[in-house]
């Protein structure tokens, strides 16, 4: 009984707990093992007063979303050891260039070995992504230059065809978007053809079961729809017109017993 109950509790607690896993969020779950890209932030809190601390530097980061560099002045880029801000600032155009820096300067009362990391503010559409790297606090320093700024890197998921962010929807081969939480089956505008918007105008393969092969199996089905015996879906009226005429008649049989001949 103890070895049971032992089991469902190991089952219970590695089950995996969707929640926002990003501690300076407002809606921070402590127990959530999975992001779920809920996370609530207050921008108006990052703040920093300079005289609370007894050291600082600086950092000059360009950021890159997707490998990209963002060139948009309204971006924030904020520093942080654990939840609290110790420096941000938005972007700033170097003069006759269209790119941006993010001159940011750090405080810290700690001399060395504070761990500090990144949150990068997207204005264009308000969502707040955690950057790869960290840094290392020292007193004076200075990490990047205008003209070698500290890349800062973020694989932003952004929204999917549905507008969903962090959602998995995309467009299919017939530009329609599907999957994800559309309700869409991918491809479901496709003709068994391979047509998009298609009406299956094209010969059929023959065969009836979808097996990957054409077989006797393939040839009595043919003959059972031909007699009326059953009633074919879509795929069999269409896959048993071998020559492509539009009906299903003994001319399709011969052309499956054909092939299954030339194949024995």
């Known amino acids: 009984m103890c070895l049971w109950s032992l089991l ?15 501690p300076v ?11 779920d890209f809920s996370c609530e932030y207050d921008i108006n809190q990052w ?3 300079p ?3 007894q050291y600082d530097g600086a950092v000059i980061g360009a950021v890159f979303v ?11 880029l904020a520093v942080f050891a654990g939840t609290e801000c110790r420096g941000l600032a938005y972007g700033l155009e170097i003069p006759g260039s269209q790119e941006v820096v993010f001159m940011v300067m750090l405080y810290s009362n700690t001399s060395s070995g504070e761990i500090l990391t990144f949150r990068y ?3 264009g ?18 990490v990047g230059s205008v003209l070698d700024p500290l890349a800062v890197t973020v694989s932003e998921l952004g929204f999917d065809c549905a507008g969903i ?52 199996l393939d040839a009595v089905r043919l003959v059972s729809i031909i007699m009326g015996e059953v009633q074919g879906d879509g795929y069999e009226i269409w896959s048993g017109d071998t020559n492509g005429d539009g009906a299903l008649d003994v001319l399709d049989v011969i052309v499956i017993m054909t092939a299954i001949m030339g194949n024995s």
């Open 165 to 216: 962010y962090g959602g998995n929807a995309e467009y299919d081969s017939c530009g329609i978007c599907s999957g994800g939480t559309t309700g869409i089956i991918p491809n479901s505008e496709m003709d068994f053809c391979g047509v998009c918007f298609g009406d299956n105008s094209c010969p059929g393969n023959g065969d009836l079961n979808n097996d990957g092969s054409l077989d006797i």
């Open 47 to 49: 703040t920093v007063t």
């Open 51 to 53: 005289s609370d601390f």
């Open 25 to 35: 969020a407002l809606n921070y779950n402590p127990q959530a093992t999975l992001e």
């Open 121 to 123: 503010l997207d204005a």
């Open 125 to 142: 559409n308000g969502i707040v992504s955690i950057p790869a790297e960290t840094l290392e606090f020292s007193p004076n320093m200075i």
């Open 66 to 76: 997707n490998g990209s560099r963002t060139t948009n002045t309204s971006d924030l």
């Open 8 to 22: 469902i509790f190991s089952l219970l607690t590695a089950r995996d707990i969707s929640g926002c896993t990003d």
